[in-house]
């Protein structure tokens, strides 16, 4: 028969059940000081860091797997950001935060256009990033955002199968398909669409998709909608989202 005293210490030696993983991001930085500095301040957060000095090495370590999220510099040595932006793209949906220091719009767009999901302006305002980092988790996951429930949306539709001419979207299984196929979409890209297919025929605002689609609380630069808008058009069909000038977007129904 087993005493409590016994009890007590097997359970002491197996120690407390684990908890949750860490999230995993890469940072791929080649200024020593700026990658050091946010590797800390990500690292204060709780997130697990990794970091590379370069593209080739940030396309090595993200290969070697287990980040939820990277951050890449748009200027580095060997493989720059655009271009190994696109090739993380040619592999894998995860989200991608790109860093430019001067903020110049070429930057900005090339960036976009690779498929990064969001940007940020250096020198990085922690704050800022860690809220950007956020937004893109929850994009990822689909999760409903536990500090806003009005954010569980996903299904907004009597039939969680909605169908838009040759392109279906189920909005459960988070699957689209378009003339059969399936649709590789990114989170971001997923996201944007779920958010025109529970309005079809309705034009959305760009503002509205920057609060609704990024999770911008504040005033964020369009051209990150366009952008993604742009992108879709190619995935789904180049005349299923209008544009409405002065205006915004809207899916068409038939």
């Not at 309705?202 to 998709?209: A, I, M």
Request: glycine share 10%; charged share 30%; aromatic share 4%.
């Amino acid at each position: 028969m087993t005493s409590k005293a016994q009890v007590g210490s097997v359970s002491e030696a197996r120690g407390p059940a684990p908890g949750p993983a860490p999230v995993g991001v890469l940072v791929v930085e080649d200024d020593a000081t700026i990658r050091r500095a946010v590797q800390l301040a990500l690292e204060r957060y709780g997130y697990r860091v990794d970091v590379a000095a370069d593209g080739l090495s940030g396309l090595e370590a993200f290969r070697a797997g287990g980040h939820d999220l990277l951050i890449l510099d748009v200027m580095l040595p060997e493989l720059d950001g655009i271009g190994l932006c696109h090739r993380i793209r040619e592999e894998s949906p995860v989200p991608v935060l790109m860093m430019s220091a001067r903020g110049d719009a070429l930057d900005v767009v090339a960036g976009l256009e690779a498929g990064a999901d969001d940007y940020v302006i250096k020198p990085v305002d922690t704050a800022v990033m860690v809220a950007r980092i956020r937004a893109l988790l929850r994009r990822a996951t689909f999760g409903p955002d536990p500090e806003n429930p009005a954010s569980k949306r996903p299904d907004r539709a009597p039939d969680h199968i909605l169908t838009f001419g040759d392109l279906t979207v189920d909005t459960l299984g988070m699957e689209v398909r378009r003339a059969g196929a399936t649709v590789s979409l990114t989170p971001t890209e997923l996201r944007l669409l779920l958010e025109f297919a529970a309005a079809p025929g309705s034009v959305l605002d760009r503002r509205r998709l920057l609060r609704e689609v990024w999770d911008y609380g504040w005033e964020g630069d369009t051209r990150v909608v366009d952008l993604c808008v742009l992108r879709l058009r190619k995935k789904i069909g180049s005349g299923r989202i209008e544009t409405v000038r002065g205006f915004g977007y809207k899916l068409v129904r038939g």
